[in-house]
């Protein structure tokens, strides 16, 4: 069984910066933990992945240039940067381990309770 805590999130104002963490427990053997964030109104949506073994990285386009995904192997954490932060970014975010190169909700076996990121104008 695979445990995954997010935290990091709160309340801050747009151009702000903040940096997410998932600390996972449990199973050791890791393929990949990807982010997928909530947005109020929203279906849930990929985010970014980190394969555990390469770091290789994979991210929606809507993100690309503002969000880092990076991970600690031997803290067993992986981290969310996101920079330059907009009202559009206002959602619960997600961490989760899957497969390799998944970036479909479905395809993950595991979840986070979540951490909420509140952006204000």
């Known amino acids: 069984q695979v445990q995954l805590v997010e935290s990091g999130g709160g309340l801050v104002q747009a151009g702000d910066s903040l940096k997410l963490s998932c600390v996972l427990s449990g199973n050791p053997f890791r393929n990949a933990v990807g982010w997928f964030r909530h947005a109020p109104g929203k279906e849930r949506e990929f985010v970014a992945r980190i394969n555990w073994d390469s770091g290789r990285t994979a991210y929606t386009d809507s993100v690309k240039g503002r969000f880092a995904i990076s991970r600690d192997i031997a803290q067993n954490t992986v981290y969310l940067q996101i920079n330059n932060l907009n009202v559009e970014d206002t959602a619960i975010f997600y961490c989760?381990?899957?497969?390799?190169?998944?970036?479909?909700?479905?395809?993950?076996?595991?979840w986070g309770q979540g951490t909420q990121v509140t952006v204000s104008s």
């Open positions: 989760a381990e899957g497969p390799k190169g998944a970036d479909r909700e479905i395809e993950y076996n595991y």
